[in-house]
T-cell receptor, first 112, second 115 residues
Framework: SQQGEEDPQALSIQEGENATMNCSYKTSINNLQWYRQNSGRGLVHLILIRSNEREKHSGRLRVTLDTSKKSSSLLITASRAADTASYFCATARGAAGNKLTFGGGTRVLVKP | DTEVTQTPKHLVMGMTNKKSLKCEQHMGHRAMYWYKQKAKKPPELMFVYSYEKLSINESVPSRFSPECPNSSLLNLHLHALQPEDSALYLC??????????????FGPGTRLTVL
């Protein structure tokens, strides 16, 4: 079963606009990770936010985490056509390894 | 080298065939994973190897048989698959002690079609 649910399932925006997607999860976490997947290919790690962090930035990406609401958001600012992809949040279970449970994903289409 | 490679990129097989998927990484990661991803769905964990030993099998049917010959290689042997097994199979690796504190590195996947 999925740990997280993502909202919206799909998002279509114009180049230059911001894209925001949300993720909710069910159990306690140590950290939450965001990944991007281009058109049925491998996943690329974007950013990891620890449970004691509330906000983290990486380039045009901004991630927030609210552990009281068990939710996280990913904001992509000034979007580009190359940002067109599916975005997944993921939580890891257990102390060993990185056994990921993914949210349902948000498909983002950035129109030029 | 922060790359995970997978071969083949595409595989079409019949239900009576035996085939293998291969994965390789040279990052010194001692945890390796197989995920299965159906179209428009998130990846789902299948198997976890830790220090070349199978540590987790997520109730995967026995027609999927994983193997970790050494710390850099991970195989997935396929036999008597069903059409519903058609999916993208993703290999990943991470530090064994990541505990969610570090990211996983994913390969590009093998697109499997079972006829």
């Amino acid at each position: 079963s999925q740990q997280g649910e993502e909202d919206p399932q799909a998002l279509s925006i114009q180049e230059g606009e911001n894209a925001t997607m949300n993720c909710s999860y069910k159990t306690s976490i140590n950290n939450l990770q965001w990944y991007r997947q281009n058109s049925g290919r491998g996943l690329v790690h974007l950013i990891l936010i620890r449970s004691n962090e509330r906000e983290k930035h990486s380039g045009r990406l901004r991630v927030t985490l609210d552990t009281s609401k068990k939710s996280s958001s990913l904001l992509i600012t000034a979007s580009r056509a190359a940002d067109t992809a599916s975005y997944f949040c993921a939580t890891a279970r257990g102390a060993a390894g990185n056994k990921l449970t993914f949210g349902g994903g948000t498909r983002v289409l950035v129109k030029p | 080298d922060t790359e995970v490679t997978q071969t083949p990129k595409h595989l079409v097989m019949g239900m009576t065939n035996k085939k293998s998927l291969k994965c390789e990484q040279h990052m010194g990661h001692r945890a390796m994973y197989w995920y299965k991803q159906k179209a428009k769905k998130p990846p789902e964990l299948m198997f976890v190897y830790s220090y070349e030993k199978l540590s987790i099998n997520e109730s995967v049917p026995s027609r999927f048989s994983p193997e970790c010959p050494n710390s850099s290689l991970l195989n997935l042997h396929l036999h008597a698959l069903q059409p519903e097994d058609s999916a993208l199979y993703l290999c990943a690796s991470s530090q064994e002690r990541a505990g969610g504190r570090q990211s996983s590195f994913f390969g590009p996947g093998t697109r499997l079609t079972v006829l």
